[in-house]
């Protein structure tokens, strides 16, 4: 399969997701009953596939508008997959993140023409993803899933001293491998189908949006 073809399937399967979706039952801010639609809004995405990232456009997501006078909130029913304020898709991150951490030939400009983003975000994620959990806060969460003790398996940053020229650098590459190898393990363990960050996230946020920026991560469940 093509990109393009690639493109065409995930777009039509997101449209029809939002030609057939539902309106909820009640509102997740304020728990009433009387929801409106609020139109469709349209955004684009990047998406990882086997063959390399796919930009889509015009990606329609209806809106539903709460009714309560008090609230009046609104928000998005995104297709599966589709994280909310961010375009690039979490398979992207964690595709980017774990080939610069892990390839021995990965420099951030390899990495950022092979996901079609710039240098500067591919060392934006990963710094994002050092930070996002504590990583022992995850073998917990895996404990409690398996209730066995079982340690995610960790690999070491290749080529951590070209990569790293000092040592605060070497701690967040060092970190990111952690928190990328922990949400690995927990996502097979949960069953989710990989990457384990965006199987893990996706799961424990559900259709909520507050997964902060790649400025400022944060993720009650896992906090450090």
Not at 6 to 29: E, H, Y
Not at 64 to 70: I, R
């Amino acid at each position: 399969m093509s990109l393009t073809e690639a493109s065409a399937r995930i777009k039509q399967a997101w449209k029809a997701f939002t030609d057939k979706v539902v309106k909820p039952n009640a509102c997740p801010f304020c728990g009433h009953t009387r929801l409106w639609w609020d139109g469709c809004r349209t955004r684009s995405a990047s998406v990882r596939t086997e063959h390399g990232t796919v930009h889509l456009i015009d990606v329609p997501c209806r809106r539903v508008v709460c009714a309560a006078p008090a609230c009046r909130k609104s928000w998005a029913l995104r297709p599966p997959g589709l994280t909310a304020h961010k375009h690039y898709q979490l398979d992207v991150v964690a595709a980017a993140v774990g080939a610069y951490l892990f390839r021995t030939d990965a420099s951030q400009a390899a990495i950022a023409r092979e996901h079609d983003c710039s240098e500067r975000t591919v060392g934006r994620w990963v710094r994002w993803v050092s930070q996002l959990a504590d990583p022992n806060q995850i073998q917990r969460k895996l404990l409690d899933v398996l209730d066995k003790p079982v340690l995610a398996p960790c690999r070491a940053v290749a080529t951590l001293a070209r990569k790293a020229r000092t040592t605060a650098r070497r701690e967040i590459l060092t970190r990111a491998a952690q928190v990328l190898a922990a949400f690995e393990g927990l996502g097979a363990a949960m069953g989710l189908e990989p990457p384990g960050l965006r199987g893990v996230i996706e799961a424990t946020f559900g259709p909520r949006s507050g997964l902060g920026t790649y400025r400022r991560p944060f993720i009650p469940e896992f906090a450090r």
